[in-house]
T-cell receptor, first 112, second 118 residues
Framework: DAKTTQPPSMDCAEGRAANLPCNHS???????VYWYRQIHSQGPQYIIH???NNETNEMASLIITEDRKSSTLILPHATLRDTAVYYC?????????????FGPGTRLSVLP | GAVVSQHPSWVICKSGTSVKIECRSL??????MFWYRQFPKQSLMLMAT?????????EQGVEKDKFLINHASLTLSTLTVTSAHPEDSSFYIC??????????????FGPGTRLLVL
């Protein structure tokens, strides 16, 4: 699986948009970009995933650059409950199941 | 989203005892489940891949005789830490792979089990 690079930490003011970047310059054509987050002492929570088109759901938006070498997760209106470690993972999506390789992620602190 | 549960959520045991942790996919069937371990201030590390009806696949450095995995049904996988020692104290997290024709294919994680071995 391709390696990802994320900033170790970020701050965001409550109510503002949080933009979390991720670099995956060695991503392959069949690898998807997944985002998970882990709130303290809980299991990771799925947020969103995409291949090459931008994606949006009730939690966030995922913007993938045209060359697919980087992406940005956008939390449109961050709240204090969004404080967590955010993981960007790239992997092939298949039907046989494949583990996710977690890097150190980005620790997002939403400030009041 | 899909729901994965773990039981117990936390456990304290004496050194030398065995502890069983259950992982259940509540609203979908999972032929593949994964067990991770997370030490304080570190990221998740994969321990093993659990396949329904077959033997688990362990990552390098993980003792298969110490961490027994059983995946007897499509909704249940168990991890048994045998003869636990204080260095086994950690946060154990399972995940279940869900496949779907609607693009919802991904992994869903349980809430984790915190183990403290005295």
């Amino acid at each position: 699986d391709a390696k990802t690079t994320q900033p170790p930490s970020m701050d965001c003011a409550e109510g503002r948009a949080a933009n979390l970047p991720c670099n995956h310059s060695t991503i392959s054509g069949n690898e998807y970009v997944y985002w998970y987050r882990q709130i303290h002492s809980q299991g990771p929570q799925y947020i969103i995933h995409g291949l090459k088109n931008n994606e949006t759901n009730e939690m966030a938006s995922l913007i993938i650059t045209e060359d697919r070498k980087s992406s940005t997760l956008i939390l449109p209106h961050a709240t204090l409950r969004d404080t967590a470690v955010y993981y960007c993972i790239v992997r092939v999506r298949d039907n046989y199941g494949q583990n996710f390789v977690f890097g150190p992620g980005t620790r997002l602190s939403v400030l009041p | 989203g899909a729901v994965v549960s773990q039981h117990p959520s936390w456990v304290i045991c004496k050194s030398g005892t065995s502890v069983k942790i259950e992982c259940r996919s509540l609203d979908f069937q999972a032929t593949t489940m994964f067990w991770y371990r997370q030490f304080p201030k570190q990221s998740l590390m994969l321990m093993a891949t659990s396949n329904e009806g077959s033997k688990a696949t362990y990552e390098q450095g993980v003792e298969k005789d110490k961490f027994l995995i059983n995946h007897a049904s499509l909704t249940l996988s168990t991890l048994t830490v045998t003869s636990a020692h204080p260095e086994d104290s950690s946060f154990y997290i399972c995940s279940a792979h869900r496949t779907s024709g609607s693009g919802g294919e991904t992994q869903y994680f349980g809430p984790g089990t915190r183990l403290l071995v005295l």
